[in-house]
């Protein structure tokens, strides 16, 4: 079998080798993080039932703006801001 025109008769060739930075550990969040969020996912998902009630989709359609979606829009929001901060719980 013809040998390679680059071999190195069985010699390794020596890499450098290359040092990792230490991973810097995240802080910690703070300890309001993560009851606020659960909070605010909750709640948003409280103002959504709540607001399908008829005697509540009475009150909430007269207001300007959306009309009966103010349930909707309200807890929707409230659910996004809840993950939001849950995805920075640490």
């Given at each position: 079998?013809?040998?390679?025109?680059?071999?190195?008769?069985?010699?390794?060739?020596?890499?450098?080798?290359?040092?990792?930075?230490p991973?810097?550990?995240?802080?910690?969040?703070?300890?309001?993080l993560?009851?606020?969020?659960?909070?605010?996912?909750?709640?948003?998902?409280?103002?959504?039932?709540?607001?399908?009630?008829?005697?509540?989709?009475?009150?909430?359609?007269?207001?300007?703006?959306?009309?009966?979606?103010?349930?909707?829009?309200?807890?929707?929001?409230?659910?996004?801001?809840?993950?939001?901060?849950?995805?920075?719980?640490?």
């Amino acid at each position: 079998m013809p040998q390679s025109k680059h071999s190195r008769g069985g010699k390794r060739r020596v890499r450098s080798q290359r040092e990792r930075a230490p991973e810097k550990r995240p802080e910690p969040s703070p300890p309001w993080l993560a009851p606020t969020g659960i909070g605010l996912v909750g709640g948003g998902a409280l103002v959504l039932l709540l607001g399908n009630l008829p005697a509540i989709a009475r009150l909430v359609r007269d207001l300007p703006g959306l009309g009966g979606n103010w349930p909707l829009v309200v807890g929707i929001t409230l659910i996004g801001i809840g993950f939001t901060l849950l995805m920075r719980w640490r």
